[in-house]
């Protein structure tokens, strides 16, 4: 089969390798769509920690084509989305929190930026049957934001606050609506990613080149002490920070966004001991994904995918990402 490898900064070859193979307890996936997630824009660009040789992707759908000594022929034919990584689905961080946490196999697999790929059968999830298999791949960022929309604890008619409308603020902005936030200003200052947060459930849209996010915090937030709810879904400390400030005392702000790694938090440390506002990190899909697909079905996601791309095209579909002027792009391995 055909895969990309990655080979260090922005170089990829796209390499002839051997078909996967269904070991006991694996299914073969022949991919449909793989999503460029921002961590592999982050990753050629050095600011994700990551050992070439390897292949990327981590977000993808697919049909079972093969099953492995004890998984019933019957999957052959499903429709799937991966919850990609090695896992042993028995020690506690497995169990407990996430999969991709496991304490006990190895950190990497195969990645999904090829023809096919092997994996262990309960981490391929079979899609509902209204669910369009592209966009189900879409699973993997929509888990990352449901589990940490879910860390949260939303008050009663809370005002609600999402910096960035990349494919992760969009999916923040839809959990924290679905979760209990009753305003929800969403900000961000590229027009058709604003615009997309009204199809995710924003109340309001703000763009931060044209007015101070100050005035609307004045205009609707109780006596303009801030939000109750705020999460950074871009990856910048400075936008963190504003989050933080941005935030009502006791209130609570996220962090879906990824830092470059080594990057200290801009913010009076005083002020937030000072208001008592938690700060939340969220990394991953905890123990959410299998839930997700039937979420992703009561969501509106027309259009969000911006860009297909063969696999071949990878490095041009990780610049488009890489420029901002879309929402998703997908690579599309076997066509
Ligand atoms: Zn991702
Ligand atoms: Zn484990």
Not at 78 to 98: D, L, T
Not at 135 to 149: F, I, K, N, R
Not at 157 to 182: D, Y
Not at 199 to 214: E, K, R, T, Y
Request: hydrophobic share 40%; glycine share 10%.
């Amino acid at each position: 089969m055909k895969a990309m490898t990655w080979h260090g900064g922005a170089n990829f070859t796209l390499d002839e390798v051997p078909d996967p193979e269904p070991t006991p307890g694996y299914v073969v996936v022949k991919i449909d769509t793989t999503g460029i997630c921002g961590t592999d824009v982050h990753i050629t660009q050095g600011l994700f920690p990551s050992e070439p040789p390897n292949i990327l992707g981590h977000e993808g759908s697919g049909t079972i084509v093969a099953v492995g000594e004890g998984v019933s022929s019957e999957r052959i034919g499903q429709r799937v989305v991966m919850n990609h990584s090695s896992h042993c689905f028995e020690c506690w961080n497995c169990r407990n929190w996430n999969v991709s946490r496991c304490l006990v196999a190895p950190a990497s697999t195969n990645g999904l930026y090829a023809e096919y790929v092997a994996l262990d059968s309960r981490a391929a999830v079979e899609l509902p049957e209204d669910l369009d298999i592209e966009v189900a791949a879409m699973t993997e960022p929509a888990a990352c934001c449901l589990s940490g929309v879910e860390m949260l604890d939303i008050p009663y008619r809370a005002t609600g606050l999402v910096i960035g409308a990349g494919i992760m603020g969009l999916f923040t902005a839809a959990f924290m609506k679905s979760h209990g936030v009753e305003t929800l200003v969403v900000s961000e200052p590229v027009k058709v990613r604003r615009e997309m947060a009204k199809q995710f459930g924003a109340d309001i849209l703000h763009d931060p080149n044209d007015v101070p996010l100050s005035e609307v915090i004045a205009d609707i937030t109780d006596h303009g002490q801030g939000f109750h709810v705020t999460a950074e879904a871009v990856g910048k400390p400075e936008l963190v920070a504003t989050c933080i400030n941005s935030t009502k005392p006791r209130g609570q702000t996220l962090m879906i966004g990824v830092c470059p790694e080594g990057s200290p938090l801009p913010v009076d440390l005083y002020d937030m001991h000072f208001r008592e506002i938690k700060l939340v990190g969220a990394f991953g899909r905890g123990n959410v994904f299998h839930r997700v697909p039937k979420e992703l079905t009561k969501l509106n996601l027309q259009n969000v995918i911006s860009g297909r791309y063969p696999l071949a095209d990878l490095p041009d579909a990780i610049t488009a990402s890489a420029e901002g002027l879309g929402v998703k792009f997908a690579i599309k391995p076997n066509d």
